[in-house]
Every structure is written in C-alpha cells, then in structure tokens.
C-alpha cells in the first residue's frame, strides 16, 4: 500500500494549539509534539492554560499534521517518534485516534501524553494506536483533584 495513500481518516478536524518539531523530553529519542487544543482540567499548576479552551487554537486536517510530521522525519523516524499531547488529547478522541492511526500507517512511533482525563469508551479506540503512554496524573486522589 503506498505509505501516503489517502483515507477517510486522514480528512478528520481537530483544533490544535501548538507544534514543536524537536521534543527532546516528551518520549523516546526525538520527537515531533502536537499540541491539542482543549483541556477539561484547571490544574493549579498548569504551564499552558492557554490550550484550556476547547473553541481556540486552529483547526487542522490529520493530512495537514502527517505533512508537518513528514517534513521531520530523516530526524525522527528511526529512534524517536510523534508525541500527541495537550491540553488533553482525550477531549478530542476521534480526531486523536485518527491521527495516531494514520502516523502509525506511515511507520511513527506513537505516544500519548495525557492526565488520564476523558471518557473510557473513547480512550479505547485511541489506545489501539498508541505504542506509548505518558500517563501525566496529576494527584493520587479525588481531594487532590478537587482541591487543585
Ligand atoms: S491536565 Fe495539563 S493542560 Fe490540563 S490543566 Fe492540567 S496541566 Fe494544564
């Protein structure tokens, strides 16, 4: 199959904060980071409130990601990989599991960074492509969670 052939995942919407096309520190050798837009905590200690709300950042295609993502690849594609991370990228399971899918077609490495916040039944079809999970959980209890 041609590694870049066309599918209906590759037309799906998601709204993306940020890209960074060296991550160093978020998974296995060099990465390429996509930001998701979107995060239903308010963690007193976040660094990027500005991904909290859902409406902002700019609406891509996945075949808009997998262009920025191929332009990186003679960096990333042997020892490191794409790294989908947030805000929180459960808060748009379908567009994240159409993402990861569609990097792993193409031979990426996949990781999710996520506070584990979101709906079990979605998170599912998102696991089935994720090679790697940073589980970021922010507190060990319901208090803590509550309290920051
Ligand atoms: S889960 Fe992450 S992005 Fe969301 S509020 Fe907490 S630190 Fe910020």
């Not at 159409?98 to 696991?127: I, P, Q």
């Amino acid at each position: 199959m041609d590694a870049q052939m066309q599918t209906p995942e590759n037309g799906v919407k998601g709204r993306i904060h940020s890209f960074l096309s060296m991550g160093a520190v978020d998974g296995p050798g060099l990465r390429y980071v996509v930001f998701l837009q979107g995060c239903p905590l308010r963690c007193a200690c976040c660094h990027n409130p500005d991904t909290w709300d859902a409406a902002g950042g700019t609406e891509y295609t996945v075949e808009d990601v997998l262009r920025r993502v191929r332009r990186c690849k003679p960096y990333i594609y042997e020892s490191g990989g794409v790294t989908v991370t947030g805000g929180e990228p459960l808060a748009q399971p379908v567009f994240t599991a159409a993402l990861l899918k569609a990097l792993r077609a193409e031979g990426y490495h996949t990781a999710l960074d996520t506070s584990g916040a979101g709906a079990l039944a979605a998170a599912r079809e998102v696991l089935a492509h994720t090679d790697l999970v940073l589980a970021d959980l922010k507190f060990s209890s319901e208090e803590g969670y509550r309290a920051h």
